[in-house]
């Protein structure tokens, strides 16, 4: 567990030539994958043929009734001004999304419309409840490995990001005991105030691992033995279900506030269109949690951004109405291929990879595979130059031993930038015994 890192080699923005820069951007990153996604463009455009597994988006078109709608709604003039927290048609039907998802929930202390904040993609509805939570030093815990943007947006808020290490052995899952402990330590690091925010996210990137209902309760029971024995007071929890409709196995999704409904008045829930309805582009996310912090994140968006896009909004609704079987194709279509990756990755016994159930990432452990001294960064650097296959390094997720492959892509790229990894790998063989 480390307080104050997210392993991320840091480029402090404003230091040296740019001193004149405000102190709050000390030690916050831009995107660790720029020099990548720079030297594969270069690659690209000298003809060479290289295969790119970095994609963080779904490879898949909008829903025909997302277009049609968006066309209905510019047709009918619908482009003014929305209000800040949204069109009041979409939270509606965020909600009833939501009360399918947190059951006990919807029938005990349903969630209102005005708890709801249409925002500009998940990101924002994350970056807004980190502004509206911490106060300068508050520490956020941080399962490790996570999606990179966390620690660098909980440094804009000016918290604390700890991280707190999950092991490949444990399927990269936050355990009770671990959870427990990270909890006490924080209260003692912080004179007994302990963490006020957890970060929760499943199906994960970059490990695409979920949690089941079981291993959720037995999350939420130690926050609520930790809040009862004063070690976690001010504890709030952000649930970042992003990857919900992407899971594998004939598995269901499973919510945090259906897990633990007793914790809904200390939760956020975010999600959004981006993944779930391959609509990216579109900047569709939300939150969910209670009015008064609800009103606080709508403080900020509304004088910084405003309402979203009142188009993409329209076009939002009339995907969410569509039914699950309309988006049954991706999903098996996702599985399918993550079944392909695994075998194939199966063939280097020294390559560690935990079966992800969900999300389109394979987090993939090189740690055999690493020159002295080197760490994933390194080695991507090498498996582009050398077996032209593109795939993001751990090193900014928390996991230096690590990459991330997206296979959303095409089944044979895919297969042809597996094998290729796998070659380069059986090529150079096992330099050490890794320790991830
Ligand atoms: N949360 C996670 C775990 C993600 O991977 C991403 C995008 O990559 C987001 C949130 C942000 O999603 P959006 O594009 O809706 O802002």
Redesign the pocket.
Known sequence: MKAGSSGNPTANLSGGASAFLAKRLNGVSESATLKLNAMVQSMKAQGIDVVNLTA?EPDFNVPDAAKEAIQKALAENKSKYTPVLGIPELRQAVLEKTHKQQPEIGAKNPWKVDEVLVTN???QA?YNAFMALLNPGEEVLIPSPF?LSYPEMVKLAEGKPVTVDTRYEEGFKLKPETLRAAIRDSASRTGGAGPKVLVL?GPG?PTGVGYSLDELRALGKVILEMRDSGHAKNLWVIS?E?YDRIVFDGKPFVSFGAACPELRDQLITVN?M?KSAAM?GWRI?WSIARKELTQAMMTIQGQSTSGINSLAQWASLAALKLPESVFEHQVKSFQKRRDLTLEILGKADKIKVVRPTGAFYAFVGIGSFLNDGEDSMGFAERLLQEAKVAVVPGTPFGAPEFCRLSYATDEASLAKGCERLVEFCLKQGAKRSSNS
């Open positions: 963080g993609g998940g990101k994350l999606w996210n990137n970042d992003i959004g981006s990216t996310g």
